[in-house]
């Protein structure tokens, strides 16, 4: 059964950094590409960030690029979302994401 299991939300000021983490199982995690999506409550999902496996190729959502990055670290199977310079309009659900299943998601809220 394939689990993932997002943490570190919360509540953060403007201008400030969290890191998500996903821990996954159930399936091989080095031999996955990995995605983190966000959504906020009555709005369609929003994509991310991406991570092949191996981490050899990495995409970003235009709205997110230069200030998250995504990481992977296949010997724990985690996957990381470091997220800084937050703004309110960042404020969502976070879920990690294989090409076929979600998390329960972690919630992220920007604001003073």
């Known amino acids: 059964e394939v689990q993932l299991v997002e943490s570190g939300g919360g509540l953060v000021q403007p201008g400030g950094s969290l890191r998500l983490s996903c821990a996954a199982s159930?399936?091989?995690?080095?031999?996955?590409?990995m995605n983190w999506v966000r959504q906020v409550p009555g709005k369609g999902p929003e994509w991310v960030a991406f991570?092949?496996?191996?981490?050899?190729?990495?995409y970003y959502g235009d709205s997110v690029r230069d200030r998250f990055a995504i990481s992977r670290d296949d010997a724990t199977n985690t996957l990381y979302l470091q997220m800084n310079s937050l703004k309110p309009a960042d404020t969502a659900v976070y879920y990690c994401?294989?090409?076929?299943?979600w998390g329960q998601g972690t919630q992220v809220t920007v604001s003073s």
């Open positions: 994401a294989t090409d076929c299943d």
């Open positions: 159930g399936f091989t995690f080095g031999n996955a590409d």
């Open positions: 991570i092949a496996s191996g981490a050899e190729l990495i």
